[in-house]
């Protein structure tokens, strides 16, 4: 009689156990966590005390009448799509130069990545002494190449500040969005390329007519991700500016901070938190029609 | 005994029926070829057989016991020779072939002895301290054959073993594996697309297309008397030229089939041989060495757009113009009827 | 000089002004965190109106004043240590059980395994800053707040989901068959996992581990909610807040932490970037 079948050889028993850990895992503190952020917005939960009654619509309402709060939404749409508009560019562009060669691109391709290396925090607080009010070398350097007579309160003025919070999270994002372009022109097939070469398209041509549409998956993908980590970071606005001069700079995420944390009103922290869902929402539906997309085009080739 | 039954065996995924209702007796002792264009569920059925896949119907029987569904791979009695090798990367030589051994729990002394008497037969002893990334394609399947050899098993499985080796060295290798095979006398199953090496290994051949086999036999039967249309053109090179020339003296609807190499002028035959007579229109003649191929088609009958190839050896020396009508013939015994509805063939 | 030979000169010079510019838009905060970190406070503290005063260079000899006080006088080597305890068991939770988890989707179970695999991916699109504040209530009500535990707990909600997308499609990249040889040649299922898969997946590891590290390295948000004595704090998180006293923010010794925890983290980085990009793009670049 040969040998029959045991635990140690069934698949379905051993896959399941091997995954419960991680299912366990993600429902219990990712899952669970999730909804409670919902049920939470609904509530009048404190940090201070255990009890808990609902609010209902309350949050919402007190949210939505709330000029700081329509400000820190605008903030955030604002925010968010310029970066993305600036990391667009900035990525083509630095991915056309990168996939060149050169002399020192190791260096140089190490350099690009650092801000994506560093720490959000510690990256931030750099750029709040670049911005500083008194010492700012940007200012020096302005007013010594004659460009600025007058002073820039990067920090300090409202404008100003969303434009530096813009221009260090697109520092921050550019070069991923860099490196996930340049693999998605290595992916692109050779023959495509020279098949436009020999039928007589020059660089521009080439670029736009050929590259961009096929690239244009992967830009999507850099942009998703873009999104995903300028809509939801605390760390680059709460430190440049906490939020200030007077409330105008928050962004959700902060504005959910203050209120929830520091101001120990959990239901309106929540609720607050939850209008990010719209961003990531419309972000995992379009993740998941591109990866869509890509199988039935890996199925057809 | 240690033949392998497969009765009704039936494999689905998802929609696809990769294996659909095969019987096959594979007999002890045996060298079995599942030969089949790719996608024909040859690999499935060999893997099947292994334990890698569960049937989805049907049952497999080695040795006389019945092995689909509760059985282990690892408790059946058989060993696998995978296409690329499969041969443990951070394992030496020697740690390779023993693994089979170690895992029936034999001592260390014995294993070591056991090894080395393979690896001699193999010719691979000065290997046994290498990594396999050292070594080439040709000792790489020799080092997996060794591996595969070393547990005594009642079955070999092979996934085209051949396939990842360079044109020059696959003669050499099938040849090696022929005579291997003849000499331990281990009930062989291995899978192909390739019907020369089929032709060359198989003591029979079971020709797979779209999950169901065929027809199964030995190399001559497969190639004199196949079975449809189908195995009439998948084996031999070029294939059976297949005519449907409407010919009164047929059953309606009956197609017409002749190997290339039968088909030849008809001044080659004697006089007086009994030979089916054709008025063929040469379009172009290619010479390739040891024969010439001759493209063209019938120009009496019904058939006059089907390409048909004659295969003309190099003792024919005659000139063969292109463009010109000539007279070929096929000896009648070799001439081969089919339903032209059903592909199956007909006796006449 | 002929024409195309300019053309080519000219392209070639525009070629290395743009990679100028992304290095130098890339690198400047570095280049400033420096020389920060290495001036004297009488040449760092002079208003930038000052246009005699250049602040792109040493006007000083160079100090390690800043490092000392770095080093002497914070509780920066103290959140050194924090930062490594907390890579340390959350490198240990991810591994034992993100990587079990990737190798059962990959090759367990069957058709399911691709669009678990998704799922799961998904909730690392869930960020921290929608989570934190029922974190917030959780921490409290298991008695965490303010310790390294709440991290080594939550910092794993990231990781896992990351790094069991990243194994499952690590193991699509290695061939199933020596897996199934090793079946053939005896071994159960479970054998098989134990004995043969662990050396096919060390690369795969690797790269979870360092996945990890780095995530453990930058996160803020969290450790923002939970942590609030300095003394419990990562490098992330006391280097922004608590290296500032009161109003006087020690400039010097701020960029010496920033680029002293950046340096080895961007080495890593460089390292492993391909392997990331191959998570973050699998689907829309094959091959």
């Known amino acids: ?301 | 005994m240690a033949g392998v039954d497969i009765r009704n065996l039936r494999k689905q995924f998802g929609d696809l029926c990769a294996v659909d209702g095969v019987n096959l007796s594979i007999r002890e002792g045996e060298f079995l070829v599942l030969l089949g264009p790719s996608g024909c569920g040859k690999t499935t059925l060999l893997r099947m057989i292994a334990g890698l896949e569960r049937p989805t119907g049907g049952e497999i029987h080695i040795a006389g016991e019945r092995v689909d569904g509760d059985v282990p791979p690892r408790a059946r009695g058989i060993a696998m020779v995978f296409q690329s090798y499969a041969l443990y990367p951070h394992r030496t030589v020697f740690q390779n072939i023993a693994f089979p051994l170690e895992a029936s729990r034999l001592p260390r002394t014995q294993i070591a002895e056991k090894v080395q008497r393979a690896a001699d037969m193999f010719g691979i002893s000065r290997y046994l301290d290498r990594y396999p990334r050292q070594l080439s394609g040709g000792e790489r399947q020799r080092v997996a054959l060794c591996r595969a050899l070393v547990r005594d098993p009642k079955v070999f499985l092979l996934d085209e073993p051949l396939a990842n080796l360079d044109a020059k060295l696959r003669n050499t290798a099938r040849d090696e594996l022929k005579r291997f095979q003849r000499q331990i006398r281990t009930t062989t199953v291995l899978v192909t697309h390739d019907q020369v090496e089929a032709m060359g290994l198989g003591d029979r051949i079971a020709i797979m297309d779209r999950g169901k086999v065929r027809q199964v036999g030995t190399p001559e039967e497969v190639y004199e008397d196949p079975v449809d249309t189908f195995v009439a053109t998948f084996v031999g090179q070029p294939p059976m030229n297949l005519l449907d020339l409407g010919d009164p003296a047929l059953p309606p609807r009956t197609l017409l089939g002749f190997r290339p190499e039968h088909f030849l002028p008809r001044s080659v035959f004697q006089p007086d041989e009994d030979v089916r007579a054709f008025r063929f229109s040469v379009r172009r003649v290619e010479y390739l060495g040891s024969d010439r191929y001759v493209y063209g088609s019938i120009s009496d009958g019904a058939a006059t757009d089907t390409t048909v190839i004659a295969k003309l050896p190099a003792t024919i020396a005659l000139a063969i113009p292109e463009g010109e009508q000539q007279e070929f013939a096929v000896p009648r015994r070799a001439l081969r009827y089919f339903d032209a509805a059903t592909g199956s063939s007909r006796k006449i | 000089m002929t024409r195309a030979a300019l053309r080519r000169l000219t392209r070639r010079a525009a070629l290395y002004a743009a990679a100028l510019g992304f290095i130098g838009f890339a690198g400047f905060p570095f280049y400033w965190m420096l020389v920060t970190a290495f001036k004297q406070n009488r040449d760092l503290y002079v208003g930038a109106s000052d246009l005699s005063h250049v602040p792109w260079i040493f006007n000083d000899p160079p100090t390690l004043e800043h490092v000392k006080l770095l080093f002497g006088q914070t509780d920066f080597p103290h959140w050194v240590l924090n930062t490594l305890f907390v890579v340390a068991a959350v490198v240990i939770i991810t591994v034992a059980v993100a990587v079990p988890a990737g190798y059962s989707l990959a090759r367990l179970a069957g058709r399911w395994g691709e669009r678990l695999g998704m799922g799961i991916f998904f909730t690392y699109l869930i960020p921290p800053t929608l989570l934190f504040v029922p974190f917030a209530r959780l921490v409290s009500l298991l008695g965490l707040q303010n310790s390294l535990a709440s991290l080594v707990l939550i910092y794993p909600t990231m990781t896992i989901p990351f790094c069991t997308w990243l194994v499952m499609g690590f193991l699509r990249s290695v061939p199933w068959e020596i897996e199934e040889q090793a079946m053939i040649d005896g071994y159960s299922r479970l054998a098989v996992i134990v004995k043969v898969a662990p050396r096919l997946i060390v690369p795969g590891i690797l790269t979870v581990i360092v996945f990890t590290f780095t995530l453990v390295m930058q996160e803020f948000v969290y450790a923002l909610t939970f942590i609030s004595s300095v003394d419990k704090m990562t490098v992330s998180l006391g280097v922004p807040i608590a290296l500032v006293r009161g109003d006087v923010y020690h400039w010097g010794a701020l960029m010496a932490a920033a680029l002293f925890t950046s340096i080895p983290l961007a080495i890593v980085y460089n390292v492993f970037i391909d392997r990331f990009i191959q998570g973050f793009t699998m689907g829309a670049v094959k091959g």
């Open chain 1, 1 to 301: 009689m040969m040998e029959r079948r045991t635990f140690a050889d069934r698949e379905d028993v051993l896959g399941a156990v091997m995954l419960a850990p991680a299912l366990a895992y993600v429902i219990v503190l990712v899952g669970v966590p999730f909804v409670l952020a919902i049920v939470l917005s609904f509530s009048n939960a404190t940090a201070g005390s255990l009890s808990f009654g609902w609010a209902g619509l309350g949050n919402y309402a007190a949210i939505l009448g709330d000029p700081i709060f329509l400000r820190a939404l605008r903030n955030s749409a604002v925010v968010t799509v310029g970066t993305q508009l600036l990391v667009v560019i900035l990525a083509t562009a630095a991915a056309q130069v990168f996939r060149a060669t050169f002399r020192g691109k190791r260096f140089a391709r190490f350099v690009l990545l650092l801000p994506w290396a560093v720490p959000v925090s510690l990256a931030a607080i750099a750029w709040t002494w670049i911005f500083d009010s008194t010492f700012s070398v940007i200012n020096w350097t302005l007013k010594a190449s004659g460009l600025l007579h007058g002073w820039l309160y990067w920090l300090g003025d409202p404008g100003l500040a969303l434009t530096a919070i813009i221009i260090v999270q697109a520092w921050r994002i550019f070069p991923f969005a860099t490196v996930i372009v340049l693999a998605g022109l290595a992916s692109i097939p050779q023959e495509i390329v020279e098949a436009a070469v020999v039928d007589g398209a020059g660089f521009w041509r080439r670029l736009f007519q050929v590259e961009l549409p096929l690239l244009l998956p992967v830009v999507a993908v850099a942009v998703l991700f873009g999104v995903v980590y300028t809509a939801t970071d605390l760390g680059v606005v709460y430190i440049l500016t906490g939020g200030g001069p007077a409330n105008t700079t928050h962004v959700l995420p902060t504005l959910a901070f203050q209120r929830g944390i520091l101001g120990a009103d959990l239901g309106q922290g929540a609720a607050i938190a939850v209008f990010l869902l719209p961003f990531l929402i419309v972000v995992a539906v379009a993740m998941l029609r591109l990866a869509r997309r890509a199988e039935v085009g890996g199925a057809a080739r």
